[in-house]
């Protein structure tokens, strides 16, 4: 009887033993993080934080002890402190801004297997626009006196020493030609021996008011029986007369308006209206002249475009002494009345 009784307290014994064991197990903290090891290497443990220290019994709940304290105070701080977030500097640093041209390309490129491009040069600058113009008139100047001399001495070569003596000693010319001083203007009617023959004068429009005096010497100084008016195709001064004007100088814009012709007329009709004024104020400058059947005056037109379809270049008459009927100024020409006035009936 006795044997079974001690097997069962022996028995409930090993239960209450094994039960404390679990529950002391239960309430050990857990340990987040594994301690150095360091005895693997012979060196002794750290000491472990009070708080994770395993308690040697259970305490009833209160006030912590006095020896608790300095633990708790010691785990407390070894807690680490929330700090603010960090202001993360740029871990690459900006370069500076490239100092070469980049419209350029860069020296450095070149094609797969071509040679290093070279390094950019600046250009240059080109000279001023006054240094280039002044070059350009210098180089026009040097060309034209060339031309010049150049017809000059054909001149010499076609004419014998005793002709041009003879034009060294004259100053009895036997016509009086105002013409216009564009381009144009005279060509064709200076050369040859009728150069010897004329008294010329030019001015813009080929006028009698712009030139008066130079007029008047040679039709009564130098006594010329013919004072002749010559316009030309495409006439620079007629172009400007019949259009606005107003932004030439002063001296141009008084000799225009003495070109008295309709605004907006083409070029070819205002030569032939301007001459045929040129004319008829020269007649009534010149009447004594005139009415004593001693002065000619006449109106040509270089006709270079054709207009007056007598032949390209050709130089056509196209007023004698007021008359303007082409018909009649070929009757005229045919004839050789150049000093007929129909104004006077005769």
Request: with cysteine.
């Amino acid at each position: 009887m006795m044997l079974p009784l001690l097997l069962s307290l022996q028995a409930a014994w090993a239960d209450d033993a094994s039960g404390n064991q679990v529950q002391q197990v239960i309430k050990l903290p857990l340990k987040l993080n594994k301690p150095p090891q360091a005895a693997e290497h012979g060196a002794a443990p750290a000491a472990k934080p009070a708080a994770e220290a395993k308690p040697a019994e259970a305490k009833p709940e209160g006030k912590p002890t006095e020896a608790a304290k300095p633990a708790a105070e010691a785990a407390k701080k070894a807690e680490p402190a929330k700090a603010a977030p960090e202001k993360m500097e740029p871990g690459v640093p900006m370069a500076k801004p490239p100092t070469r041209d980049l419209s350029q390309p860069s020296p450095e490129v070149r094609a797969p297997g071509g040679k290093p491009r070279a390094a950019h040069r600046v250009k240059p600058r080109r000279p001023a626009k006054h240094v280039e113009k002044a070059a350009g008139e210098a180089g026009q100047v040097k060309g034209v006196v060339g031309s010049i001399l150049k017809a000059n001495s054909a001149y010499i070569a076609k004419h014998s020493p005793g002709y041009l003596a003879k034009l060294g000693g004259r100053a009895a010319p036997r016509a009086t030609v105002v013409a216009c001083s564009s381009p144009g203007g005279n060509v064709g009617m200076l050369g040859g021996e009728a150069d010897a023959d004329l008294f010329v004068i030019s001015n813009l429009g080929n006028q009698l008011a712009s030139s008066e005096g130079s007029i008047e010497y040679g039709v009564r100084d130098l006594r010329t029986p013919l004072l002749m008016f010559v316009s030309h195709t495409g006439c620079g001064a007629i172009k400007a007369a019949a259009g606005d004007y107003s932004n030439l100088g002063p001296a141009v814009q008084k000799e225009l308006d003495n070109i008295e012709i309709p605004k907006g007329i083409d070029a070819t009709n205002g030569a032939l209206i301007n001459i045929n004024n040129q004319v008829e104020g020269s007649i009534l400058k010149f009447s004594g002249e005139v009415e004593a059947g001693r002065l000619a005056v006449l109106g040509g037109y270089y006709d270079f475009n054709n207009d007056l379809k007598q032949g390209r270049g050709k130089l056509v008459i196209t007023n004698i002494n007021g008359e303007t009927d082409p018909a009649r100024i070929r009757e005229l020409t045919r004839s050789g009345r150049y000093f007929h006035y129909a104004f006077m009936g005769r």
